[in-house]
């Protein structure tokens, strides 16, 4: 399958937190890869600054935890073409100490890195069910694995979001095996959310852009961290059997 999709570049992008970070980094990413792309954000004058004067990106103002913004930006972004690519990367890490933290700020974050990423997976699929084609690109992490201190609303979310990738693939692998969804995590990154010294949000963007645009149904369900595939789990009965098998399939790389 195709690594750089025609068919993927030749529709609309959609970018949740293109803002700044990394969705600035990917809405730029794809647009200079050929693809027009919905950057959506909740401020005007941060998206303008992601668009930068460039005919391929258009802001989109919208809440990813307000269903009817957010509804109303994919109606916008179907004013530019048909949608073929979802990258779901808006989220909140407020760094709250649970002592802090109250059920309300709690859910808020809840709402928009689990809430948001349904909400806009649920939108792209009534596009992309129409042709039977698309990407969804979800950016992940591994902090549910291993929350770090003051990080429990973020960690619980980003976890759960994790697991509605593996619950869309189960309800569309069979139906709708051309939509493609997998999982990216792109490593700590010198951001707002991340550390000072990570790495750079453009450098990380080429490898996700490079995931989102790369189309095979073989992918449905991965999980990529960085530039490298995550093999699946397995028990220690299946690794027996593999190595007895001399069964190893490389994993794939984006660069």
């Known amino acids: 399958m195709a690594r750089d999709d025609d068919r993927v570049k030749s529709g609309v992008a959609l970018v949740t937190g293109a803002g ?20 959506v954000g909740r401020d005007a004058q941060s998206l303008a600054e992601t668009a930068n004067g460039s005919g391929r990106i258009t802001p989109v103002i919208a809440n990813v935890s307000d269903f009817d913004s957010l509804r109303h930006a994919f109606e ?5 073409g048909p949608l073929t690519l979802l990258i779901n990367n808006a989220a909140l890490y407020p760094r709250c100490d649970i002592f802090d933290e109250t059920p309300e700020s709690f859910m808020q974050t809840v709402n928009v890195n689990l809430g948001g990423t349904f909400a806009a997976t649920r939108l792209a699929l009534d596009r992309m069910a129409e042709t ?9 992490t591994f902090a549910d694995l291993h929350p770090l ?15 509605l990738t593996r619950a869309v693939v189960a309800d569309l ?6 939509i493609v969804i997998s999982d990216w995590m792109p490593g ?8 000072p ?10 490898w996700g852009v490079e995931l989102a645009l790369w189309h095979d149904p073989d992918l449905s369900g991965t999980s990529f961290e960085q530039a490298i595939e995550i093999p699946p789990p397995r028990g220690l009965k299946g690794r027996i059997k593999d190595r007895l098998l001399g069964r190893r399939r490389p994993l794939r790389r984006l660069d």
């Open 20 to 39: 700044r970070g990394l969705g600035r980094a990917l809405a730029r990413a794809l647009a200079s890869r050929g693809m027009r792309v919905a950057a």
């Open 76 to 80: 916008e972004a179907d004013a530019l």
């Open 132 to 140: 039977g084609f698309g990407r969804i690109l979800n950016v992940a």
């Open 149 to 163: 201190p003051a990080s429990a609303a973020y960690s619980v979310s980003k976890g759960a979001a994790r697991i």
């Open 173 to 178: 692998a069979d139906r709708f095996p051309d």
């Open 188 to 195: 700590m990154l010198a951001t707002r959310m991340g550390i």
């Open 197 to 206: 010294d990570g790495l750079a949000p453009d450098q990380s963007a080429k």
